[in-house]
Nanobody
Framework: QVQLVESGGGMVQAGGSLRLSCTASGRTFSSYAVGWFRQAPGKERQFVAG???????TYADSVKGRFAISRDNAKNTVYLQMNSLKPEDTAVYYC????????????????WGQGTQVTVSS
């Protein structure tokens, strides 16, 4: 079992930055792929970024060049650094984990955190 807890959300003005953290408990978290997703009101959950144990990463086109995902396996934590934030980035952000590779489909992930709200004002 893997339990995930997100933190770091908040309210920021457009152009600002936030860093989200996803901390895991449980064994062998370093071997899991971790994805960040977001869900705005009335919209489907959307893939944002993902990372595997080698730190190879994947990004949605909408966040490339602005967001950076990283992991510290010693701390069982994955980070999402979000820069140049836009109002359209406003959503609840979730981290999720799965045993095999990063995929962009939310239903393919086995474990989820509770989410953290990110609000970007114009």
């Amino acid at each position: 079992q893997v339990q995930l807890v997100e933190s770091g959300g908040g309210m920021v003005q457009a152009g600002g930055s936030l860093r989200l953290s996803c901390t895991a408990s449980g064994r062998t978290f370093s071997s899991y792929a971790v994805g960040w997703f977001r869900q705005a009101p009335g919209k489907e959950r959307q893939f944002v970024a993902g990372i595997i144990w080698t730190s190879s990463s994947t990004y949605a086109d909408s966040v490339k060049g602005r967001f950076a995902i990283s992991r510290d396996n010693a701390k069982n934590t994955v980070y999402l650094q979000m820069n140049s934030l836009k109002p359209e980035d406003t959503a609840v952000y979730y981290c999720a984990a799965r045993r095999r590779g990063v995929v962009t489909i939310a239903s393919e992930y086995e474990y989820w955190g509770q989410g953290t709200q990110v609000t970007v004002s114009s």
